[in-house]
């Protein structure tokens, strides 16, 4: 099969379309012949050398895909060859052929095409197990989210609202504030502009926010405790502004909340396989009903990765970015 190695780590010209062997499923997997992946920035981190894949995971990059079931492993049930599906992955994705344990398969909603479909896995995955699962984010309540207009930003507006929550985000300029807007954000902060803190207290008679779902680490450590409501929740899940500040603990204590930074990668697969029931569960149904949608910014060719990559370090982006097989 065709998929996209990485010889040496480097600038986006690092990825390298090749010729490579045909992955074989394992009990209790199957193999997917990819119709489109997601690109996500951990897969730039990993084209970097700085988040290598998971012990057993394959070694290309990948994080989610759409395609259709080629193969079936022992001991799989529920699932035949020729099912449409999406997945979430540990690696692999940017190929023609990728295994998968079964319970990080979903069926292509109703109503969604198979291409759109590899927009949805990491991001819902991601923004179910963290907002709500871990921060159990609740009806009235406010949800601050740091990069509003990103794939995993524009998923987190969309699921908040569904729920009843209100919604504050943060982008760079006033094309993306909009785009979060039309998805159902209240509060839009132009981060280059304005002070995130002074207008979520402001929006919320100065309670603040609920729970804040941050993609920066460092950089907005500080202020992301300030700007914390009462038992608010802080959940960190990238480092994209650095991994080391210093932590304001009397603060965080007389509001009585709480810093939590988690990965999705690195989960075993029962974890996985957990968050993964629960987005059926919850996210699905909505999704069919077409109250939640994937935004797609962009679409390229698996050989064209690298302007893929490129695209999305340059940040003009709204939503996903998809390599097509």
């Known amino acids: 099969m065709k998929a996209i190695t990485i010889p040496q ?9 090749d010729e490579v062997p045909d992955p074989q499923p394992a009990a209790g997997e199957v193999r997917v012949r990819v119709a489109a992946a997601g690109v996500n920035r951990a897969d730039v981190m990993q084209r970097m050398g700085h988040y290598p894949p998971p012990p057993g995971a394959p070694e290309y990059p990948g994080l989610e895909v759409s395609g259709t079931i080629d193969a079936v492993g022992d001991g799989v049930e529920g699932w035949s060859v020729g099912d449409q599906v999406c997945a979430l992955l540990s690696g692999g994705g940017y190929a023609e052929l990728v295994c ?34 871990t921060a159990n984010l609740l009806p009235g309540q406010t949800l601050l989210v740091h990069g509003g207009s990103s794939g995993i930003g524009t998923m987190a507006i969309q699921l908040a609202r569904e729920v009843g929550a209100h919604v504050a985000v943060t982008a760079g300029t006033a094309e993306k504030l909009e785009a979060c807007r039309e998805l159902g954000a209240e509060v839009l902060v132009n981060y280059r502009e304005e002070d995130f803190v002074e207008r979520v207290r402001a929006a919320t008679g100065g309670a603040g926010a609920d729970v804040v779902l941050d993609n920066m680490g ?36 007389a509001k009585r909340g709480a810093v939590i930074a988690t990965s999705l990668r690195a989960r075993p697969a029962s974890e996985k396989a957990t968050i993964v029931a629960a987005v059926r569960e919850h996210v699905w149904p909505l999704v069919e009903a077409g109250r939640v949608r994937p935004v797609v910014h962009a679409r390229f060719a698996l050989a064209d990765a690298a302007a893929a990559h490129r695209a999305l370090e340059e940040s003009g982006h709204i939503g996903k970015i998809l390599l097509t097989t």
Do not use: C, H
């Not at 300030?226 to 965080?252: F, K, Y």
């Open 100 to 133: 998968v344990p079964a319970g990080q398969l979903l069926p292509v909603p109703a109503g969604l095409s198979l291409e759109d479909a590899a927009a949805l896995p990491e991001v819902v995955s991601t923004v179910w197990s963290n907002v709500f699962m």
């Open 218 to 253: 460092a950089k907005y450590l500080a202020r992301n405790v300030e700007v914390l409501a009462p038992n608010g929740r802080l959940v960190v899940i990238g480092l994209q502004g650095g991994r080391t500040a210093e932590l304001d603990l009397g603060m965080l204590l």
């Open 9 to 17: 780590p480097g600038d986006a010209d690092a990825l390298v379309l």
